[in-house]
């Protein structure tokens, strides 16, 4: 058995929800505590790829990748290679994808905490920062194993916008459910029966770890 | 001694704070008025939590908010005791003492980590987390967590009200030696003049958004043209007494005010001690001639200093002096017409009760 689409999966839902997690804490606090008048607009985008169809996301980032202008040629002068049909390409749509799904477990997490902590760690001496990491971070580690792990899982079960922006290279953008897609096209069952059930009992663990972790967590918060 | 001095404009949706005055600050100063009169909001401002107002705040000559400038919260030095308390869940109670110690300038001077834990009896609890933790034990570990910060300045914001009345009592205690154990000025918010009474050095008396009275505690407590504040009935006067003598039979302790003796129930406090004594305004009758053959135990001789009548109400305030101190009546102005009372008046004041403040 070739392994090469799990080793792919897993480096892809890995680096994506790492990105996520370091890009995804400001703007989390941002929608968290922001009273500016934009803030509902940018928790309408950063909400948007629940409810898109992935074709639709695939579609106008492979306008946005192509290396003839904008910003596709931008990273291929940069890079010297095309984002369309390439690993990076993939990290780009996984980020825009799975966004979401880690930015709204860690704005709730944030929310929830309010700013007395914040407070009371100021009026101790503690800066901004200091305060962010020390209190509201802490506080925040439910939200943000929640996050981790949906933005993973949701990352390893995307399809469509791969398919759209990735095709189907073995060792560079074939991916698990890509590679499904291609066994069950060329008949060949055993094959899709193997990786199936590989991703169905990962996907139903994933889901427990998070249920179990909100269900035992819960009454302590407060 | 410490100085703070406030110019503040604010509003606040149909709320308006209006403060401009320097107050000095030594031992305790109480932030005493109604509900929604701006305490709190008062004490965020100065906190540097508060981003709404503008003005101007210092505190000992160095500015903390003047124009557009303000100085952060983290950089002021004045720690805020919240009435939520606000430990920090995710560390136990020695955890959350360590966050302030940590993070106490080390130029400033502060007590002693151990001397802070004694006096606030924690040394049990130093591994509790602060979800097990009762009321007056998570107040107490909060007040211990703002020393340790090393403050410059203290701000209590209704540190008691979410306690019993049991735990209240001890925690006065402790609350009432901060300043002179650790040499912190404290500015304490409350609504309930029974704890003005007991802890405040200088009362700061605040209505709608305004300060309309400052002075010593004992002194604004028998204005007379401030009934109305502490809803009404509650306004009084504060007496320094001594404790001369125990009287085991009658389970009394006689006291001495001046010249004069009161008597109480049984105290357990030692010859020679210092108790404050509130005696409620309401809780004072008047008689012209000494009476005899009456219940009352306490009775003293004064003079009228002054009478205040409002129109609307069937009550007048009478103050009175009594070697020195001074007493309030709340009688009835029929009372005062039949007595023929004047300023200037020598009248017996009978003291129904007299409520213990230490």
């Not at chain 1, 902590?117 to 209190?135: I, K, S």
């Not at chain 2, 404050?276 to 219940?295: G, K, M, N, Y």
């Not at chain 2, 069937?314 to 039949?338: C, K, N, Q, W």
């Amino acid at each position: 058995m070739d392994f090469t689409p799990i080793w792919l999966t897993l480096r892809l839902a890995g680096l994506t929800t790492a990105i996520l997690l370091v890009f995804g804490t400001p703007l989390a606090w941002w929608l968290a505590h922001s009273r500016a008048r934009a803030a509902p607009a940018v928790e309408a985008l950063t909400a948007l790829p629940l409810v898109l169809p992935p074709t639709v996301l695939g579609f106008y980032l492979l306008l946005l990748f192509n290396p003839q202008a904008g910003f596709g040629a931008f990273w291929l002068e940069l890079t010297g290679q095309t984002l369309s049909f390439s690993f990076s390409g993939l990290v780009v749509a996984s980020v825009l994808y799975s966004l979401p799904f880690v930015v709204q477990p860690l704005q709730t997490a944030f929310q929830m905490q309010g700013r007395g902590p914040l407070e009371a760690a100021a009026t101790l001496g503690a800066t901004p920062l200091d305060a962010f990491f020390t209190v509201a971070s802490p506080l925040a580690l439910r939200g943000y194993l929640s996050a981790a792990v949906l933005g993973f899982a949701h990352t390893v079960g995307e399809f469509g916008v791969v398919l759209m922006v990735g095709g189907n290279i073995p060792g560079r953008t074939q991916v698990i459910s890509i590679a499904i897609y291609e066994e069950v096209e060329t008949l060949n069952y055993a094959q899709a029966h193997q990786w199936s059930a590989i991703l169905l009992v990962f996907s139903f663990l994933t889901l427990l770890l998070v249920y179990g972790l909100n269900r035992r967590s819960a009454p302590r918060v407060g | 001694m410490a100085q703070l001095t406030l110019d503040l404009q604010a509003t606040l949706g149909d709320f308006s704070l209006q403060v401009d005055d320097q107050l000095q600050m030594d031992g305790i100063t109480a932030l005493f008025g109604p509900s929604g009169s701006g305490k709190s909001t008062l004490l965020r401002i100065i906190a540097g939590l508060e981003t709404r107002a503008t003005g101007k705040v210092a505190f000992n000559g160095e500015t903390w908010q003047h124009a557009r400038m303000r100085v952060p919260a983290h950089v002021r030095g004045a720690t805020l005791l919240f009435q939520d308390v606000r430990l920090f869940p995710h560390l136990d109670v020695g955890g959350n003492l360590d966050y302030a110690a940590r993070r106490a300038p080390p130029s400033r001077d502060g007590a002693d980590r151990h001397d802070i834990i004694r006096s606030l009896e924690l040394d049990n609890l130093l591994d509790r987390r602060t979800q097990t933790l009762s009321g007056g034990e998570a107040q107490r570990v909060a007040i211990a967590r703002a020393l340790l910060a090393r403050p410059r300045l203290l701000l209590m914001d209704e540190p008691l009200a979410a306690l019993d009345l049991g735990r209240r009592a001890r925690l006065l205690d402790r609350i009432e030696e901060l300043p002179r154990r650790f040499g912190i000025p404290v500015l304490y918010v409350t609504h309930a003049i029974d704890e003005v009474a007991r802890l405040a050095d200088h009362t700061v008396l605040m209505q709608s958004g305004r300060w309309i009275a400052r002075g010593d505690t004992a002194d604004i407590l028998e204005r007379l043209d401030l009934p109305d504040l502490a809803a009404g009935s509650d306004t009084g006067a504060l007496l320094n007494a001594t404790v001369a003598s125990h009287d085991d039979a009658l389970a009394l302790t006689r006291l001495t005010v001046g010249s004069w003796t009161l008597s109480v129930p049984a105290l357990n406090r030692p010859a020679g001690a210092e108790v404050r004594l509130r005696v409620r305004a309401r809780d004072v009758a008047l008689a012209t001639e000494r009476p005899s053959a009456i219940s009352i135990r306490n009775v003293l001789e004064g003079r009228v200093l002054e009478i205040t009548t409002d129109g609307q109400s069937p009550y007048a305030e009478v103050l009175i002096d009594v070697d020195g101190s001074h007493l309030r009546a709340r009688i009835t102005r029929a009372s005062v017409a039949e007595l023929a009372l004047v300023a200037g008046s020598r009248v017996y004041a009978l003291i129904k009760s007299i409520a213990l403040d230490s």
